[in-house]
C-alpha cells in the first residue's frame, strides 16, 4: 500500500485564501496545522476529505473481517453457509477493490 499522510486529519474554516472574502475548507495534517493537506470550499466535502484516514482503516478492517466470516461460512459447508460465504466474498473484493484503488 502506498503511504498516505497519516490521520487524523482536521477540517477548519479559512478566509481569503488566494481570493480576497471568499471563505474555504483547510484539510490539516494535525491540530496544530503544521501541513494543509487539501482546500476545499464546500464544508461537506471538507468533513469528508477530513475523514478519509479513518474510513479506510474501517474499509480495510471490514474486507478483513468479511474475508474471516467467509472462510467460517466455507467450513460449515451446507447449502446455506455456502451461500453466506459467497455473499461475504463479494463484499469483501468490492470493498477490496476499493482499498486498492486508495493505494495506488
Known sequence: MSKHTPGPWIARQVGGVGFPGQKGWA?????????????????????????????????ITAAGTLRHYEALHRAKN????????EVNAALAARFEQTIAKAAS
Open 27 to 59: 484539510i490539516d495534517f494535525n491540530e496544530d496545522q503544521e501541513q494543509v493537506v487539501d482546500f476545499v470550499y464546500e464544508e461537506p466535502d471538507a468533513k469528508l476529505i477530513a475523514q478519509a484516514p479513518n474510513l479506510l482503516a474501517d474499509l
Open 78 to 85: 451446507t447449502e446455506d453457509s455456502l451461500k453466506k460465504a
